[in-house]
């Protein structure tokens, strides 16, 4: 079974440009995360979603952070413009619909980036 | 709030020792515990998955245990080897609610 798949795996950019990144999750799972995980602390939910909609974005800064989830398949997040604190790991995760089932999360090996 | 922490933040062993890493939460209201593990620049692999109905859940040499009545649980590590050495999270799971990371204990396993 493919895994969760993510790109790129590293981007370095200048503060006030724009990055994207990119997520496959594993087939057949309904539910999509982006987490954001500075270095030395545990990851932190930006945006689930379920299916193609929107279910949690309360950590997401929109002012800045985008993401959209087309056809309830791959899923694109956007960072616009980029600041030095947004220097990190992005994970992408997947899981089973989340009501009575394990609800277990899988993660992709993230994209890290660097911001100057 | 559900808020989540590890200790110890880091963990240095010889080879061959049985090991405990403890996660702690305060809200006991929990749908389920998942254990995970992190090596360097990579992501994260699901170790052990406890739902909340259950007290402990094995895998080869790795046991996790859960009281959620004090807020805790264990990740035994049994007979260590160097290829153990990684960093290892905790993720707490509410009803409703995603997950909530701890900042995850570093362990190193020395030959």
């Known amino acids: 079974e493919a895994g969760v798949a993510q790109s790129p795996r590293y981007k370095i950019i200048e503060k006030r440009q724009s990055v994207a990144f990119w997520c496959n999750p594993i087939s057949g799972h309904a539910t999509l995360y982006w987490y954001q995980q500075i270095l030395g602390q545990g990851p932190k939910l930006l945006i689930q979603?379920?299916?193609?909609?929107?279910?949690?974005d309360s950590q997401l800064p929109k002012d800045r952070f985008s993401a959209e989830r087309l056809k309830g398949v791959d899923s694109t997040l956007k960072i616009q413009p980029a600041k030095l604190e947004d220097s990190a790991v992005y994970l992408c995760a997947s899981s089973l619909e989340a009501p009575g089932v394990s609800w277990e999360l899988f993660f992709g090996e993230g994209s890290r980036l660097t911001v100057l | 709030k559900q808020e989540v922490t590890q200790i110890p933040a880091a963990l240095s062993v010889p080879e061959g020792e049985n090991l405990v890493l403890n996660c702690s939460f305060t809200?006991?209201?929990?749908?389920?515990l998942q254990w995970f593990r992190q090596d360097p620049g990579k992501g994260l692999t699901s170790l052990l998955l406890i739902q909340s109905s259950q007290r402990e859940q094995t895998s080869g040499r790795l046991n996790a245990s859960l009281d959620k009545s004090s807020g805790r649980s264990t990740l035994y590590i049994a007979a260590s080897q160097p290829g153990d050495s990684a960093t290892y999270l905790c993720a707490v799971g509410g009803y409703g609610q995603n997950f909530v990371f701890g900042p995850g204990t570093r362990l190193s396993v020395l030959p």
């Open positions: 809200d006991s209201a929990i749908y389920n």
């Open positions: 979603f379920q299916n193609n909609g929107v279910v949690d």
